[in-house]
């Protein structure tokens, strides 16, 4: 992944277009990038009191290119001189180092000119490479063929095992092996940023050099003060050029949004987030503990983490002994439910292990997997190694950056942690359904008891019982319920 600097200067009396037209010859979404420069232009987003049209057309570019306007306007303006104050100087980044920028600010020295020293601090070491997948559609014989030759010496550790700990080490290893073995034999595909909307092209480049070469020549002849004939005649060219200009752009912008539209095959991508006004530029971390300009993005993730996974205090405290019963052991008949149940397409966690991984190994030595999930019953224990999750926060609609409670936390857990913990659901289930634990009008989790089927349920009552007695519905809703519950309360209850 490449990182792009640019310093812009935009005249204020050039066509903005034609500028903006420039920068839109390169591709934004490939690569990080850095603007900085002198846009000379209003907009209310970067701290004028109101927009003008070459406002706009930067803000329409910066929108569309997966850009973010650093600047905080709270901090002053960046132009000031014995007659006007402005904010025209931008410092733009790509949203997905948005984080990583700090300390932006506008430094209260003397310059050169009327405009303001401007400085920040970007870290980049702490990048990770450019995020990838694994094809494992594609060359699993390679892949079988790797871990036979190396699986032997797991089979006879899984047989010695006798504590938690042995059991982590085995996953751990396992897990090495597979991911092993998936670098060595497997094409990885990079993640690139989503394609949209473009219309730019070489006949559109060609006519706005012929215009920009006509104004030039135009004002030139005025410049120089040109017999009248002479003027009106270059006047007359650069306005007609223009004119089939402009209509050539509109009617390519037209025709590319038609066909952008028509071929787009995405089903949640550019034109989903917007016809449902989800804009990129809500990718970005915006809590900042106690107001701090100087806090790094490790600050704001934390902050994150500790409102939504606090660690546990001393009261609750979490640590909890089972005492182990006979426990039955699974069969391949639960465990090929389970496989044949997952689903492709499906993110996996930081070991970046897919379920066609997991399955190919589980075709090549059915028995092997079958001891190791084994393993995990008798010992009543789910692997540390398995809940190690990769966390994105997700921001509500609607909802303020600012706030922690705004934000909706996904963790995407590794491949073999979800279909054990699919195993221990569906023995859980088969306990709850023997013991007769949960009420018969409980929905929502249960198998065949869907959140549709309560609300179908309770229309039928409303419309029975309405015509002859009277009604009352309560609703309550419990704030955070799970995340308030006290644990070993249900620890001990199951």
């Known amino acids: 992944m490449f990182f792009n600097i640019f310093n812009c200067y935009f005249p204020p009396h050039d066509n903005i277009e034609d500028l903006i037209g420039e920068l839109r010859d390169f591709n934004f979404y490939n690569s990080f990038n850095l603007l900085v420069g002198d846009f000379n232009c209003k907009s209310r987003i970067w701290g004028y009191v109101s927009d003008n049209f070459r406002g706009r057309k930067p803000t329409e570019f910066i929108a569309a290119s997966n850009l973010h306007i650093c600047n905080i306007t709270e901090y002053g303006p960046t132009f000031q001189s014995t007659t006007n104050v402005g904010f025209p100087d931008l410092t733009l980044l790509s949203l997905p180092v948005v984080n990583y920028i700090k300390n932006w600010g506008v430094l209260e020295v003397e310059s050169h000119s009327d405009h303001k020293y401007i400085y920040f601090k970007l870290e980049l070491e702490d990048i990770t490479e450019i995020d990838f997948y694994f094809k494992s559609k594609y060359g699993q014989n390679k892949f079988i063929n790797y871990i036979k030759r190396h699986l032997n010496p797991f089979k006879k550790t899984l047989k010695n095992i006798n504590n938690t700990n042995h059991l982590n080490k085995l996953i751990k290893d396992l897990t090495d092996l597979i991911q092993k073995g998936a670098f060595k034999t497997l094409k990885k595909k990079p993640k690139k940023f989503a394609k949209k909307f473009s219309f730019w092209n070489e006949d559109l480049r060609i006519s706005r050099n012929k215009v920009n070469r006509l104004f030039k020549t135009y004002n030139k002849h005025k410049t120089e003060g040109s017999i009248l004939e002479i003027i009106q005649s270059s006047g007359n060219a650069y306005r007609k050029e223009r004119a089939i200009y402009k209509k050539l752009l509109l009617s390519t912008k037209r025709k590319a949004w038609e066909s952008f539209c028509l071929t787009h095959n995405e089903r949640f991508g550019f034109l989903f987030n917007l016809v449902f006004n989800r804009d990129s530029s809500e990718n970005f971390?915006?809590?900042?503990?106690?107001?701090?300009?100087?806090?790094?993005?490790?600050?704001?993730?934390?902050?994150?983490?500790?409102?939504?996974?606090?660690?546990?205090?001393?009261?609750?405290?979490?640590?909890?002994?089972?005492?182990?019963?006979?426990?039955?052991?699974?069969?391949?008949?639960?465990?090929?439910?389970?496989?044949?149940a997952l689903k492709g397409g499906k993110a996996p966690g930081l070991d970046r292990i897919d379920f066609r991984m997991w399955i190919a190994v589980f075709i090549h030595d059915k028995e092997f997997i079958l001891d190791l999930i084994n393993i995990c019953f008798k010992f009543n224990y789910f692997p540390e190694h398995l809940r190690n999750a990769k966390v994105f926060f997700l921001l509500k609609d609607g909802k303020y950056p600012g706030l922690c409670t705004s934000y909706r936390p996904v963790c995407l857990l590794p491949t073999l942690g979800k279909i054990i913990e699919r195993l221990f659901h569906l023995q859980l289930n088969k306990w709850l359904d023997r013991n007769n634990i949960i009420h018969h009008n409980q929905y929502g989790f249960r198998e065949g008891k869907s959140c549709d089927l309560a609300i179908h349920d309770l229309i039928e009552t409303i419309k029975i019982r309405m015509p002859s007695e009277h009604f009352a519905l309560v609703s309550l809703d419990i704030k955070s319920a799970f995340d308030t519950m006290k644990w070993p309360v249900l620890f001990k209850t199951l």
């Open 285 to 340: 971390i915006g809590v900042n503990p106690n107001n701090d300009p100087n806090n790094t993005i490790e600050d704001k993730i934390n902050y994150l983490m500790d409102s939504f996974f606090p660690s546990p205090s001393s009261e609750g405290n979490l640590d909890y002994t089972p005492i182990i019963g006979h426990v039955e052991p699974m069969v391949l008949e639960d465990i090929e439910m389970v496989i044949n």
